[in-house]
C-alpha cells in the first residue's frame, strides 16, 4: 500500500490504531499475566483465569457488558499496586512478550503512515504503564490510554480517573485534533472492535482490521474497507521495508497498564455465572 506524503502547507494529520488485535495478536494487558504473578502481584489462581481470558478474547473479543464489568473490576484489582514496580515487571518482559506478536502488516502501515508525514498514536482502552512502552517500540508518536490515581505512596488507589473506551477514544481524539492541528476529514483510523465505532466514524478514512462480527457487519453497510492481518512477526526479524526512525511516544493519558489478570477475572465470572444459571 503506498501513500501520498502530505503536503506540509495543509494541517496536519495522524493514523490513530488501537491496539489489541490491531496492532498486535493479543491482548496487551492480559499478556503480561504470568509476569505479574511472577512479580507477586497476581496469585495463581488469577494467572489461571487471565490465561483463560486470553483465549477466550482471541476466539471472540469482549462486547459492551463485559468491558464495562472490566472497568468496574479494574479499580478493585490494582488497589495497592506499587506502580513502580509494574513499569519494571513490564519494561524486563516487553520484548520477550510484545515484540513477537505485532502484525508485520501493521508495523509497515505505521512506517507508511510516518513516511507520509503523519504522526502515529495509539489509542488504546488498556493502561498506559502497558500502552506507552509498546507504543515506544512501535515509534508511536503519542499514546492515548487508561488513567488511574496514583496516591502519594507511589500505589494505586483503586479509583479510575479516566477510561478510554468507545466514545472517550473519539473525545480524546478529537481533543488532539484541535491540539495538534490535524485535520480529522483527512486523517486514519483503524481498529478490530465495533465497540470503537464511534473512534473509526471521527475521522475520514476508518479501517476495520480484523474485525469482530459486529464491526465486520458495520464496515460491510458503510462501505469501510476490511483489512486482514495475520503475520505476527519480531521487529528486527522483518525486512526493512522503509527505513523510519522510532519516535518516543508521548503519553496524552497515563494509566495503569497492570490490569493484566481485570479482564482475566472479568471473562472468567460471567463465563461461570453463565454456565451455572
Known sequence: MLWVVENHSLPRTAAF???DKTVIAKSSTLTFGKSFYQGGLINRRAALRTAYAQ???LTGGADHDQMERMRKYLSALCRGWNVQQ?????????????????????ASLIEEHHTAGRDVVIVSTSGAEVVEPIGELLGADR????????GDDGCFTGEVEYYAYGPTKAEAIKELA???GYDLDRCYAYSDSATDVPMLESVGHPYAVNPDRALRREA????????????PVRLKQRLPVLSVPP????VVAAAVGAAAATAGLVW??????AVTV
Open 17 to 19: 490504531f488501537d491496539l
Open 55 to 57: 483465549f477466550v478474547f
Open 86 to 106: 509494574v513499569k519494571e515487571i513490564v519494561a524486563e518482559t516487553l520484548h520477550d512478550l510484545i515484540d513477537p506478536i505485532i502484525y508485520d502488516e501493521a
Open 143 to 150: 499514546v492515548v490510554a487508561t488513567r488511574m490515581v496514583v
Open 178 to 180: 484541535q491540539s495538534e
Open 220 to 231: 460491510l453497510a458503510r462501505g469501510w474497507p476490511i483489512l486482514d492481518f495475520n503475520r
Open 247 to 250: 519516535r518516543p511516544a508521548l
Open 268 to 273: 472468567y465470572a460471567s463465563r461461570r455465572k
